[in-house]
């Protein structure tokens, strides 16, 4: 090998070409050479060139198959070549509307967003009270209980002091009083008198509440791109902001929604669901192509009943829970109005992955196509051998077999091949 | 070459078999079938077979590795062909159970689920008070600061007006006032009379609340599968539920749980922790495989305390925060009830990852997995020129090495070989 | 094939040899021995070793590159032999602090945790109250509306009996009343007085607050790699946890924060962004390397304002909510306070991913990078036929050509080649 004519290694050789130039002049040059063989020598597969157009056309239509699989699905429907982050979020709701109600059951009252909204605070899970059970004065005292099997006693001795069942609403006293003129239940010790929740409006309480409208701001973040956004979009304008109202085909990106709409898009009657209540949420999608040749980022509402309806395995059906206003009276004994209050959650639920290019997934999925494009000769070449018409010519020249006693150096195909 | 006796090329190859027949009439064919040549012609390798059971064996083995890992490894451990997506879900908690309090310090209470859990909406994280300090009858005035080395004072020389001491209780007003017999303290102006929280009863107030049960109702949502479930399984029916009880050997799938229970499976004692508080999850796994010949999809429960217990670097060991009922006198002068709120909060947290078949991750994992496959002629190959018996024959019938000065056409091995 | 010197098929072979000889034996060897050729035949590409310097060092160079590639960026940088998992963690906050206001408007009033946390829990999400409208002695009667276009009446002709203004504050009953001695409005149903929301004052009203502090306890788990830590490290001890304060350069681990210097780290001024409220992100970043060559997990604290500060298309900016304080009077008649509390709302938001070594990423990622090696014959072979010097030789002897007419068992290249 005569390394002064290869004159093609250019300056980042030099150092490499130097240093064997050098050592070639000395005496090691025997040792040196062969690790330069070693280390340089090219191995490469000796080929033959098969001039068929049929197996020619089977193999680049193949390769066609995995080049087409890896742009149409892979890149354009997957997105493979993308790196995900999932979306970090906040959410703040706004509930407006009054309502005044005057049933025959309670007084007439007037009713603001201080009144029905609890918690009060307005973040991504708010309560619009519906319908509700009141309990007013109760006070730490005795009272009969409520008439049930377990309880209805004809005297003192059916009482059990100091017994509380799970079921019940206080401890025994040991007492058999006269619950009214016809029952006589154990007396307990509790927060009497006793809240009766059997008597629930059939018609919700407050069926305005359907008109109430919330506003929802959302900003969200995906952290791993620095990539910010609110569902309030730039191009919207204040005075659009004031009056619009969220309708999936005229005003899709307003972000005040109107209850009774969410609940009708969720496929449920408002009414219907304020008596007993529910679980309704309020989904924002922010799955984004964050490319930059993708459309916008926009949010997706979606509105979806979380709870179940008429499951056939419920307990406690509808949504509810009890709470108390604490008052003092004059002369200082605690008192309080028990609320159980129907009425129904809405959750906003926000979620989303986007998607940006990046090197690695792109790469990931370049290297598995690639390798299905190895598998390409492995199909053209079984086409090769055992479909095309010339399949003898073609194997025996691409293919040499070694006899069986190949102790000499004979192989089958020729003899006067490789003799050294 | 000639293209009409190419009999298989059928339809699919009509249009270009017939544009290369009518270009192989024109003038231009030359041209043309230079193109077709350079697009058509199909160069493989040229192989030896070697008919060594070792060798032969070596490399079956070797594949057969290749293909165990990826069947059993990636395929049935990690399930690396499926697609994932991360749980979302709502939570509605509801606690029942009463109990009654009747010890020295405070007056005989009965305590219901509305005295006990703040906030009442019963989402994702409950609070069940356990242990409190009371403080009644607090009112804005001035009262003397509760003695400690920077508020006792012996004149009012030692007390600044206006110095707020952020260890202290109020603004003091320049005064010094008698705390106790013995002692002098500081005025300062603030809710009093002050509370004085190092009187923390030592056993919990609600020590009862052990047996208070919750019954979780959990539905949860894979967005990307569109998978709806709730941890109320459908084969559950209302009477089961009536009654049951989680319990891991024998309600497993039981949405009630005793508090009692939750605490010890979290390795806890109920008593210790009602008495300073703590924080208790309760994570529900959803990780499922919706593949169809996978089992059904159910959730796992698991507890888990989440604060430190005895650590030693911790400021505000337990769980306990401040609130205040407020009350107005006959007269209008507002006065409230300070409690501090001793307890355990549990919160509900759901979590869980979904795998689905999907053709892309089976692609790119299939796709590593040849890469492999390629790898396998290199062991063989390897094996072949330096282990195997005949490894001498075998590599001179494999490899041809071209001379170093082979600026003759001669090669090292076959001189009646590639003469030009 | 002379199996019985297969010296070398050890006991692992013992079972399949054995079978061979036994079958061998047999009768239907033929059969067998031409299975044995089908399966265990090894066919391998006959390969020329061509001793060029330039071709050699291409070979290696592009070698080089995709090693250095697969090290240097999926390794290094974008770790990905790692498996993730993404964070769950639970919150505790615990703000401290207390302020004294007497302004013209309002009575002088100590407030502390209880008067301005609300929720009071202290879980991810607290709200410092410090800007206020109070309302207080409403009751639910009749009192004319405030005066704007729509609702100032000449006499009870203009006021329609049961009509209700969304953007009113009650149902109007039909009268025309003195608001006041210039202005006449219509008499609305509500909780009067009326709450006049515009006199917000201009300077906060717990200015205070800035000084407050917050301490937060934030326990995180990666459930995938049954990983948990808190963000209290361990090294850090009980005496530093009293006095310290979170600082970026001098304290990056105290988890107590003074509220100011969370606003001023978000980039805004706290007396500003405390008139009109506002929603601030604490940011705690958990991302990790697992691996046990990789440095400690530690949280990364940051801030960021979340609302939008001086946005073109507002509506309700700021962060405000509305909630009552109710009274009993004397008479039983029902009485609130209804507060609209202006303040900042601060949501501590806890993320992350970690990562681990995992064997499927790495063969994932591996497997890619392989077939990005099977590139490098190509690129080589490439260079091989066309760049370089002696590339007609190479290529005369690396590739036969059958000729077009090859019916016949001529090869283009040599005739004593390849005859039968």
């Given at each position: 090998?005569?390394?002064?004519?290869?004159?093609?290694?250019?300056?980042?050789?030099?150092?490499?070409?130097?240093?064997?130039?050098?050592?070639?002049?000395?005496?090691?040059?025997?040792?040196?050479?062969?690790?330069?063989?070693?280390?340089?020598?090219?191995?490469?597969?000796?080929?033959l060139v098969i001039p068929s157009l049929g197996v020619g056309f089977v193999f680049r239509f193949t390769q066609f198959l995995v080049v087409m699989y890896v742009v149409g699905y892979v890149c354009v429907v997957q997105k493979a070549y993308q790196d995900t982050d999932t979306v970090i979020s906040t959410v703040t709701t706004k509930v407006k509307g009054f309502a005044f109600t005057n049933t025959s059951d309670t007084e007439p009252r007037f009713w603001d967003v201080a009144d029905y909204i609890i918690p009060p605070q307005g973040d991504h899970s708010f309560f619009v009270l519906t319908n509700m059970v009141v309990t007013p004065k109760q006070v730490q005292s005795r009272c009969p209980e409520l008439p049930s099997p377990s309880t209805i006693c004809v005297d003192d001795?059916?009482?059990?002091?100091?017994?509380?069942?799970?079921?019940?609403?206080?401890?025994?006293?040991?007492?058999?009083?006269?619950?009214?003129?016809?029952?006589?239940?154990?007396?307990?010790?509790?927060?009497?008198?006793?809240?009766?929740?059997?008597?629930?409006?059939?018609?919700?309480?407050?069926?305005?509440?359907?008109?109430?409208?919330?506003?929802?701001?959302?900003?969200?973040?995906?952290?791993?791109?620095?990539?910010?956004?609110?569902?309030?979009?730039?191009?919207?304008?204040?005075?659009?902001?004031k009056r619009c109202e969220f309708s999936r085909l005229t005003d899709p990106h307003c972000p005040i929604f109107r209850l009774k709409d969410i609940v009708s898009e969720a496929g449920e009657d408002f009414q219907d669901m304020a008596v007993k209540g529910g679980i309704l949420g309020i989904l924002i999608d922010w799955s984004c192509d964050l490319d930059w040749w993708a459309g916008e980022c926009l949010p997706k509402y979606s509105f979806r009943r979380l709870d179940n309806?008429?499951?056939?395995?419920?307990?406690?059906?509808?949504?509810?829970?009890?709470?108390?206003?604490?008052?003092?009276?004059?002369?200082?004994?605690?008192?309080?109005?028990?609320?159980?209050?129907?009425?129904?959650?809405?959750?906003?639920?926000?979620?989303?992955?986007?998607?940006?290019?990046?090197?690695?997934?792109?790469?990931?999925?370049?290297?598995?196509?690639?390798?299905?494009?190895?598998?390409?000769?492995?199909?053209?070449?079984?086409?090769?051998?055992?479909?095309?018409?010339?399949?003898?010519?073609?194997?025996?020249?691409?293919?040499?077999?070694?006899?069986?006693?190949?102790?000499?150096?004979?192989?089958?195909?020729?003899?006067?091949?490789?003799?050294?």
């Amino acid at each position: 090998m005569n390394l002064n004519k290869d004159g093609f290694v250019k300056s980042s050789l030099f150092l490499i070409s130097s240093l064997v130039r050098g050592v070639a002049m000395s005496k090691s040059a025997g040792c040196c050479k062969r690790f330069l063989h070693y280390a340089f020598d090219y191995e490469t597969p000796k080929t033959l060139v098969i001039p068929s157009l049929g197996v020619g056309f089977v193999f680049r239509f193949t390769q066609f198959l995995v080049v087409m699989y890896v742009v149409g699905y892979v890149c354009v429907v997957q997105k493979a070549y993308q790196d995900t982050d999932t979306v970090i979020s906040t959410v703040t709701t706004k509930v407006k509307g009054f309502a005044f109600t005057n049933t025959s059951d309670t007084e007439p009252r007037f009713w603001d967003v201080a009144d029905y909204i609890i918690p009060p605070q307005g973040d991504h899970s708010f309560f619009v009270l519906t319908n509700m059970v009141v309990t007013p004065k109760q006070v730490q005292s005795r009272c009969p209980e409520l008439p049930s099997p377990s309880t209805i006693c004809v005297d003192d001795c059916n009482c059990v002091e100091g017994h509380s069942d799970p079921r019940g609403n206080g401890i025994q006293t040991g007492l058999c009083e006269n619950y009214s003129t016809t029952a006589r239940t154990c007396e307990v010790l509790s927060w009497c008198p006793l809240e009766i929740d059997t008597k629930l409006p059939e018609h919700a309480l407050l069926a305005a509440a359907e008109n109430f409208t919330v506003l929802i701001k959302n900003s969200i973040t995906y952290p791993k791109f620095n990539f910010h956004r609110r569902n309030i979009l730039p191009h919207v304008n204040s005075s659009y902001l004031k009056r619009c109202e969220f309708s999936r085909l005229t005003d899709p990106h307003c972000p005040i929604f109107r209850l009774k709409d969410i609940v009708s898009e969720a496929g449920e009657d408002f009414q219907d669901m304020a008596v007993k209540g529910g679980i309704l949420g309020i989904l924002i999608d922010w799955s984004c192509d964050l490319d930059w040749w993708a459309g916008e980022c926009l949010p997706k509402y979606s509105f979806r009943r979380l709870d179940n309806k008429h499951p056939v395995n419920n307990v406690a059906p509808g949504y509810n829970f009890r709470f108390a206003k604490y008052y003092k009276t004059a002369d200082g004994e605690e008192t309080r109005t028990l609320i159980k209050a129907y009425g129904i959650r809405f959750d906003v639920i926000v979620f989303g992955t986007a998607g940006r290019f990046s090197i690695v997934p792109t790469i990931v999925n370049l290297g598995a196509a690639l390798s299905f494009l190895s598998l390409v000769p492995v199909v053209a070449d079984w086409f090769l051998v055992t479909c095309s018409r010339k399949r003898d010519l073609y194997s025996r020249h691409k293919t040499t077999h070694l006899t069986e006693d190949a102790d000499s150096a004979s192989v089958s195909m020729g003899t006067t091949y490789g003799t050294q």
